[in-house]
């Protein structure tokens, strides 16, 4: 399993169709996923700190789990089958440890609000990554990463990676 950080949410023209867009940690793959429009904001919203007046679907899973006193230990993308993203979200309660199943904009915007690493599978990286140089961002310029990946973006649709 490959970490991943979480470079945020943009959305691609001119279909307005969300992506969250992953970077490799210690390398140069980049893993975008297309996603709702719901789990877009939810992402959005935890990586901007916005409270909602009333909690939003993550935020009550969050609730949940600390309540229950389970551990949300860490969330791994771990297939593409048929243009499907497929993730798990690996918890510890009592001692026990449990997968449960879920869509990866959901795993991931729970871990944005957990704090708990985000994985992916060396095969899905394999598959659906795209490269982006350090010498094509210039320098790790935020603008040119995200110029690069709007260039990458003219050239799929989101039926290629659905999350």
């Not at 899973?61 to 089958?81: C, F, H, P, Y």
């Amino acid at each position: 399993m490959v970490e991943l950080s979480l470079v945020g949410v943009r959305v691609e023209l001119p279909s307005n169709t969300p992506i969250v867009l992953l970077k490799e940690k210690d390398g140069e793959r980049f893993l975008p996923i297309f996603i709702g429009a719901v789990e877009a904001t939810a992402i959005a919203f935890a990586l901007q700190g916005v409270v909602t007046a009333r909690p939003m679907t993550h935020d009550l899973m969050k609730s949940l789990i600390d309540e229950v006193g389970i551990s949300l230990e860490q969330i791994a993308i771990t297939e593409l089958r048929g243009g499907t993203f497929y993730a798990l979200i690996n918890l510890v309660h009592n001692g026990s440890r449990f997968e449960v199943s879920a869509r990866p904009s959901d795993a991931i915007a729970l871990a944005v609000r957990t704090g708990v690493p985000i994985y992916a599978e060396e095969e899905v990286l394999t598959e659906a990554s795209i490269m982006i140089r350090e010498e094509d961002d210039e320098d790790g310029d935020p603008e040119a990463t995200v110029e690069e990946f709007r260039r990458f973006l003219e050239k799929v649709n989101p039926e290629d990676f659905q999350g």
